[in-house]
């Protein structure tokens, strides 16, 4: 007996930004993720309460996967947030941060949402003409003759990432590694168009961090039992493997049947008959000379024992994320079929070595000319292990958007310092003119110009998580931090050292002021005196093509949550 | 989604983690107290007396629990030994980072000055490391390295700082002064071999290598000799007996009869790999097994039974190396721990059904088929997913009725009988009816077999597994293999579940089984757990080729390193505000010359703690306060004399029983006490990284279904909900 319902209406939520539980619920996740940010930033654990995987992170892309939200409001918010952390890894914090309290900000000056998302719009449509401009003292090119700034933007992604349980050393060490791994990936000679090559991340877990390494080519994985026994390879001259794709199962499986039902007669096997299908496969491959056969699923035992004695390396299950790499490498297409074998598919390797890495055993595929390289990552324990690789790939990131954009933004909280006064004096500065194409008073501009810098501030104190204050000064922009617990009588240039990004040092002529104070516009500036930047140290920078676009995801959403009037809801 | 906080002064995790980890207190040191683990549910009991068991026992449920469990499993499958250092090191500098943060100290300088103060111990305690070689020499050859060079203590830290491969090889000074081993006054003994080589610096030495090489004849031995009958040709398995009733009688491997001369080889830092690499044919482990025994020597010596008998059958081939991956153990509960043993090849336990059929083959030379999968005629390899839409139609009535089954059934006996295959070892399953017809036709099956059992049979005899019996051809079947009841002692066969014990061996085969006895049959997995710490910390100690002096002198060293720390921190605070803690956030700069002093410190109360803690349990001392006045006294001496490595290895060679060295030796020969190396080292760092990571963790975000069951629990307002 059926039982019908009868189905309930959808619910129906005015105003939803009005609502206590929004904006406590957005508070709550905003906590959240200031917490995290920086280099001090505070870890989060994640786990399912029932004896689950505990991970400890403060990296947005894991943390925002790990939470179940599910307020529209909220998952509006970390919707875009992980789409900008797809499209560009690194600044996931930056934007969910700087989206959640220009939310706050806005809310707070109670306007019309049309005027301020006119006036937002334009505001950001000044920082990215600025940020893009020659004009704008808070980037710095990337010179790619020295591995100087290369290696200051690897080493800043890692040192933020605290979870990865690195120190000084080690922290140098794989910044180091990513670096080559990522040098490794750029083709020789260069043609109209340049494609990268791939750097696959081999897991050694359980190994001190100072273990890892980068080889070229690709290391695969195989029982130590394999490698005890082996043989001569079979070469086609001193510097030629052939090679052979497959990524069909050679286990012998018979699928594809289809529906409905196949009928066999008894005495006849439809096992024997696939054996013997892939036998004669293997009757091809060792008359071809083939001296590697590489599948990605299983291959049948039998198959094994006759490559095996026909001198025929065999490697299996090396799963979907080695195909492209390995194809990518070694010229060789993958073989999706048992019957028709082309000479065309086949690929080649310089040579074929083994390694062994702790407990581990590894074939060592060398190609001719290689693209493709492995970083045998290593790390104290599992959570740290899966933190550093997320941080890795987000510096591998950093590095492909830096080489299509050779430009750096200024990190440590400078950039978004510097940012807030230049659009401070932009707007204090604003012509009529411009007022009016957006047909708004000078005031509502200002007021709104306003919570946007104070956002910005916002942002960069987050950096800073223990009792501390945050200076600015009014030359540069930049951002300064002291101990909050200075006497009265102090002068703050005796407590300040460096800035954030750690390119101005202490000067004399500098004034301070408290971040998030009152003060008069100022048009910041960059040093003209030498003397005074650091060239010897590591500056802290950040991505510039990810930095830009969570700078425009972060004032969208925002406009977009402010926007929202109903939330419309299905209850069934 | 829940969120709770934790609270920053009196930090939740950091309270789990400390109260979690002084469970662990009395598990330190050489002699444990066993833990009785009680479910209160279902009454069942453990019995733990390592921290690895002991955590695997508790019901941890709280993340922190998790975390500090994960961190112990990762050291345990990595190094198999330091967890109970771990566990301690845990609890105390967690009480010591709670304590920092009382008085108020800023978090990251908590976290930079502890990891950049266990950095600066760890890369500069090398210089206590003493090389194995020495200790393959006996207790009065240890020399201190120091004694002669070391001018002071900038001196040697400047050494260090170089890095631990830069550092001098101690072993190239020992050479330079004992030139001749046979100094040593080894007895003139009956030997089979007797080996000379030339040596890298072009000295002669001798080695007696003491390779009992008795033909024992098939019949039984007269009854005081407590041999048995043995396989004719099998030398491997009369050494071991002899070997067996031997040890009864001696403390130490190297007893008169055995005194191994030994020799020198440069031929170390090899790839680490399973494997520790021994110096060739060097196999007197005696003082160095005796020194890394810690207390447990019934199990180390029988480490050093396996490396025998690894070292006779390398005698043959011509490579030795202690390979750990080539041993396994065989556990008996209820045999007395006597009758604990090493045999080459392989023991285990058969049901007694099988006993005709061992009679039958006892006395031949075997063919052996090895089978990596299931015997059964369902079983399909991995990866292998059959059809289910094919169903099988017959023409002929007559033919249906054989069953597919007994079909396979004839066509395997068919294969086994036709390849004349006698013993087949199988890793999986094996079908009922066709052991039961196996047995009639005189084969022999054994299953469950671990797959390095298979490679080792597979290696000796030369042949490749097979996975479906479809495959057996002649290069599948492998031949000189025998099989035996195993027997103790006193010639009884063992009985045990109605199942016999046998062995299989194989001529040359690598592979030994530790048969392990405990007459408490609660105790078997500690006993089993004890014999595989002594295994890895030998495998370690000559993987690394360097072990460091134990007893609590490198943890003694540490805390006057960071005493000295302390001192320059607090002479540098007027002076050079950053130093050599360099601060990635500028601010912090100026809180760390304040903190610094008081973070050292709380680091070096957690080796302290430790310290006093193995001295108290170690019995020489009534309480750990004592032991407490006794580390300061050593600390002031050490501070007295300027260069602590060379008064700590000077007390090390006293075998000073001040220090927490412990009385296991007899009265005449003092034995020294070594630690490994690499594990040590890491199990600080990975008890500190764990400390540090639950100190930086500020939240708990609880994701899933348990949302709910949070929501309507007492403690739901600790919680924030999403």
């Not at chain 2, 049901?351 to 089978?371: C, F, G, P, Y």
Request: with cysteine.
């Amino acid at each position: 007996m059926s039982r019908i319902e009868a189905k309930k209406p959808s619910l129906c939520t005015s105003e939803p930004l009005t609502k206590e539980v929004v904006s406590y619920s957005l508070s709550v996740l905003s906590g959240i993720l200031k917490s995290c940010y920086g280099p001090t930033g505070r870890l989060k654990q994640l786990h399912n309460g029932m004896g689950g995987y505990v991970r400890t992170t403060s990296q947005s892309s894991v943390l925002l996967g790990g939470l179940s939200i599910t307020h529209p409001v909220l998952k509006v918010l970390t919707a875009s947030v992980q789409n900008h952390i797809s499209r560009f890894s690194d600044c996931g914090l930056f934007t969910a941060i700087l989206c959640c309290s220009l939310v706050e900000n806005f809310q707070k000056i109670n306007f019309a949402a049309c005027t301020v998302t006119k006036i937002s719009r334009h505001l950001l449509s000044l920082c990215i003409d600025y940020l893009k401009s020659e004009a704008c003292v808070c980037r710095i090119a990337v010179d790619f003759d020295s591995i100087k700034t290369l290696l200051s933007l690897v080493h800043s992604v890692l040192a933020s990432k605290p979870a990865c349980m690195l120190n000084k050393t080690e922290t140098n060490h794989i910044s180091t590694l990513v670096l080559k791994a990522f040098l490794l990936t750029i083709p020789h000679t260069v043609e109209t168009n340049v494609v990268l090559g791939r750097c696959v991340i081999v897991p050694v877990k359980d190994k001190r961090v100072m273990d890892s390494t980068v080889f070229p080519g690709l290391l695969i994985e195989v029982p130590a039992f394999q490698l005890a026994r082996t043989f001569p390879i079979k070469r086609i001259s001193s510097s030629t493997i052939k090679m052979a794709l497959f990524c069909i199962s050679m286990s012998g499986d018979i699928s594809n049947t289809g529906e409905g039902t196949v009928i066999v007669h008894h005495g006849i096997s439809l096992e024997v008959a696939v054996l013997d299908q892939l036998l004669s496969l293997g009757k091809q491959l060792v008359n071809d000379q083939v001296g590697l056969v590489v599948c990605q699923k299983v291959i049948h035992p039998s198959l094994k024992v006759y490559l095996k004695e026909h001198h025929v390396i065999t490697i299996d299950r090396i799963g979907v994320s080695m195909m492209e790499p390995l194809s990518q490498m070694t010229g060789s297409q993958p073989i999706a079929s048992l019957h028709s074998l082309s000479p065309t598919y086949y690929g080649s390797l310089k040579d074929l070595r083994t390694e062994s890495f702790g407990s581990k055993h590894f074939l060592h595929l060398i190609p001719s000319d290689t693209l493709v390289c492995s970083l045998i990552l290593c790390n104290r324990n599992e959570m740290a292990w899966d933190e550093l690789k997320v941080a890795c790939q987000t510096a591998e990131h950093v590095l492909q958007l830096t080489i299509k954009q050779p430009l750096a933004l200024l990190g440590g909280g400078c950039t978004e310092t510097h940012l807030a006064s230049y659009i401070r004096h932009k707007s204090f500065t604003l012509p009529t003119s411009a007022l009016k194409a957006i047909d708004c008073s000078w005031t509502q501009y200002q007021l709104v110009a306003d919570a946007f810098c104070h956002s910005l501030e916002c942002v960069a104190r987050c950096l800073e998580h223990d009792d501390c204050e945050i200076l600015t000064d009014t030359v540069y922009g930049h951002f300064w931090s002291v101990q909050s617990e200075f006497p009265s009588d102090c002068n703050w240039s005796d407590l300040v050292l460096k800035c954030g990004c750690g390119i101005y040092s202490k000067q004399q002529n500098l004034n301070w002021r408290v971040l998030q104070s009152q003060c008069t516009p100022f048009t910041p500036q960059s040093c003209s005196n030498e003397s005074f930047v650091n060239s010897t140290d590591h500056l802290v920078l950040d991505c510039f093509t990810a930095k830009c676009s969570g700078l425009q995801v972060a004032v969208e959403t925002a406009n977009l949550i402010l926007d929202l009037s109903y939330i419309v809801e299905d209850q069934n | 989604m829940a969120f709770r906080n934790v609270n920053r002064k009196r930090h939740i995790g950091l309270q789990q983690l400390s109260s979690l980890a002084s469970i662990g207190r009395t598990l330190l040191g050489p002699t444990k107290l066993y833990k009785f683990i009680i479910d209160v549910s279902t009454c069942e009991s453990v019995l733990a007396c390592s921290a690895v068991r002991l955590l695997e026992s508790l019901d941890l449920t709280s993340a922190v629990g998790q975390l500090l469990n994960d961190t112990i499993q990762a050291q345990n499958k990595e190094y198999k030994t330091g967890m109970t250092t771990l566990l301690f090191l845990v609890g105390a500098w967690s009480s010591a980072v709670l304590e920092c943060l009382q008085q108020n100290i800023p978090l990251p300088v908590i976290v930079s000055v502890m990891s950049e103060g266990l950095n600066s111990c760890s890369e500069k305690v090398h210089c206590l490391q003493l090389s194995v070689h020495d200790l393959y020499k006996g207790p009065t050859s240890v020399p201190i390295y120091f004694s002669s060079s070391s001018q002071g203590p900038q001196i040697i830290e400047n050494k260090a700082s170089i890095g631990s491969n830069h550092f001098r090889n101690p072993l190239v000074h020992v050479c330079e002064e004992v030139p001749v081993f046979k100094e040593e006054g080894v007895p003139e003994v009956p030997h089979s071999h007797q080996v000379s080589w030339w040596d890298p610096h072009n000295r002669c030495l001798n080695s007696y290598l003491c390779t009992t090489d008795y033909r024992i004849p098939t019949s039984v031995e007269s009854a005081d000799n407590k041999t048995m009958p043995a396989v004719p040709g099998s030398r491997l398995i009369a050494s071991s007996i002899n070997k067996r009733t031997r040890l009864t009688h001696s403390r130490y491997f190297n007893t008169l009869e055995e005194k191994h001369s030994l020799h020198e080889d440069d031929n170390f830092g090899g790839p680490p790999n399973r494997s520790a690499a021994c110096p060739s044919k060097c196999n007197d482990f005696g003082h160095l097994a005796v020194a890394l025994s810690h207390g447990n020597q019934s199990s180390m010596k029988l480490v050093q039974d396996i490396v025998r008998c690894q070292q006779q059958v390398a005698d043959h081939t011509g490579t030795f190396q202690f390979n750990i991956a080539e041993v396994v153990t065989c556990c008996l509960p209820g045999l007395s721990e006597t009758d604990s043993c090493v045999c080459p090849g392989y023991v285990t336990l058969v049901s007694s059904e099988k006993a005709t059929v061992i009679r039958q083959l006892q006395d031949h030379q075997l063919q052996i088929l090895l089978v990596d999968g299931d015997l059964t005629e369902k079983y399909r390899h991995l990866g292998f997913n059959g059809p289910s839409n094919v169903q099988i139609i017959s023409e002929n009535v007559d033919l249906q009725k054989s069953s597919s089954g007994s079909l396979w059934l004839n066509c395997v006996l068919d294969i086994l009988i036709q390849s004349k295959v006698n013993l087949i070892l199988v890793k999986g399953n094996v079908c009922e009816i066709l052991m039961e017809r196996c047995i009639l036709n005189n084969i022999l099956i054994i299953n469950p077999v671990s797959l390095n059992v298979l490679h080792a049979f597979g290696e000796v005899t030369g042949v490749q597994l097979v996975t479906y019996l479809s495959q057996v051809n002649s290069h599948c079947v492998g031949r000189g293999v025998w099989l035996d009841f195993w027997r103790t002692g006193d010639l009884s066969k063992i009985e045990l579940d109605n199942k016999v014990l046998i062995s299989i061996k194989a001529e040359g085969i690598h592979l030994v089984t530790v048969v392990l006895g405990s007459t408490v049959s609660s105790k078997m997995q500690v006993t089993e757990d004890q014999f595989w710490a002594c295994a890895y910390r030998l495998h370690h100690a000559l993987t690394d080729q360097k072990v460091f002096p134990g007893g609590g002198a490198v943890e003694l060293w540490c805390l006057s390193h960071l005493q000295k720390l302390e001192e320059q921190s607090l002479k540098q605070a007027d002076k050079n505000p950053s130093g050599e803690f360099d601060m990635s956030s500028p601010l912090l700069s100026t809180s760390l010359t304040q903190y610094k002093p008081v973070v050292l410190k709380a680091l070096a109360n957690g080796w302290h703690q430790y310290l006093s803690r193995v001295m108290f349990n170690t019995a020489n001392y009534a309480s750990e306060f004592e032991a407490s006045i006794s580390i300061k006294h050593h600390l002031k001496k050490i501070a007295d004399c300027g260069c602590p490595s060379a008064y700590i290895l000077r007390e090390f060679n006293k075998g000073d029983k001040a220090m927490a060295d412990c009385d296991f030796s007899n009265e005449h020969e003092a034995v020294k006490i070594c630690d490994n190396v690499t594990p040590k080292v890491e199990a600080w760092r990975r008890a500190l990284d764990l400390v540090l990571l639950v100190l930086q963790t500020d939240a708990e975000i609880i994701t899933g279904p348990k949302r709910n069951q949070l929501l309507n629990s007492p403690g739901s307002s600790e919680f924030v909900f999403l």
